[in-house]
């Protein structure tokens, strides 16, 4: 019996850390920090290009960047279209863009949000809030 429940909470743990592991990681070792927008301008498209610097403190592989228009609780994922030739984050401060972003300019500065996902290590991705930073 008290194999079975070790066994049950052993189980429960990892399915905690393997669903929220990286969200935590992120929050608590983000992977990009200062994450500055310093051109937004609108397209003849009704999308923005955006252009920024950020700060990559660890060195992992970049998985995927979701820009999200609306609050945490309820959102939608636009597209990004990278336009720049560069490597996102190479390390230390860098510059990214442009960027475009299926936003326009004001819903990219007032009402949207990003994450970016790297993989550091083989547990789980980890997600670092990547705009606006946190307070």
Request: proline share 4%; glycine share 8%; charged share 20%.
């Amino acid at each position: 019996m008290a194999r079975s429940l070790m066994a049950v909470f052993f189980g429960m743990l990892f399915l905690f850390f393997s669903y929220f592991g990286g969200q935590i990681e992120g929050r608590l070792f983000p992977v990009i920090e200062q994450t500055v927008l310093t051109h937004v301008e609108h397209d003849a498209h009704n999308r923005s290009l955006v252009w920024g610097h950020a700060m990559r403190l660890r060195d992992c592989s970049f998985v995927r960047l979701e820009w999200r228009i609306g609050t945490p609780a309820h959102y939608a994922v636009v597209d990004v279209v990278f336009l720049d030739a560069s490597e996102l984050g190479e390390g230390g401060g860098y510059d990214f863009g442009p960027w475009k972003v299926h936003a326009t300019p004001d819903q990219v500065l007032n009402r949207s949000f990003a994450t970016v996902v790297h993989r550091c290590h083989p547990l789980w991705t980890t997600e670092t809030i990547f705009w606006p930073m946190a307070e």
